[in-house]
C-alpha cells in the first residue's frame, strides 16, 4: 500500500481557518482517490482551530466514515497539545453523529 506525506505547514497557510483546512482535506481527498493511505505531519504546528477541524477531518468522516481515520489516514509529528485538540475534536464529533 503507498503511503503518501502531507506536511500541514507547507500545505496550508495556517490551521485557523475554514478555508485552509478546506485546502487539506482536497488534498486528503485527492490522495484517497489514487488508493494511497495519507500520513499527515503536524510538525512545526503549535495551535489548531475547530474551524479549521470541522473543514479538515470533519469532512473526511463526513463523506468517508470514521473508520478512514483508522485505516487510511494516519497523522504524525504532533504535540501533546495537538494530540489533545484532535483527539477531543474526534470524541465530540462521535457524541454528535450517534
Known amino acids: 500500500m503507498n503511503t503518501q506525506k502531507i ?3 507547507e500545505a496550508t497557510q495556517s490551521t485557523l481557518s475554514n478555508v485552509d483546512g478546506y485546502k ?10 489514487q488508493g494511497s493511505t495519507v ?9 489548531i482551530s475547530s ?7 470533519g469532512e473526511l468522516v463526513d463523506k468517508h466514515g470514521f473508520d478512514i481515520l483508522k485505516n487510511k489516514v494516519k ?9 489533545k485538540a484532535i483527539k477531543n ?7 454528535l453523529s450517534h
Not at 39 to 47: A, R
Open 7 to 9: 506536511i500541514v505547514s
Open 24 to 33: 487539506l482535506n482536497a488534498l486528503i481527498d485527492n490522495i484517497l482517490a
Open 39 to 47: 500520513l499527515l505531519s503536524f510538525d512545526g504546528i503549535i495551535t
Open 51 to 57: 474551524s479549521f477541524l470541522n473543514s479538515s477531518i
Open 75 to 83: 497523522i504524525t509529528d504532533y504535540t501533546p497539545s495537538i494530540a
Open 89 to 95: 475534536y474526534i470524541s465530540n464529533l462521535r457524541e
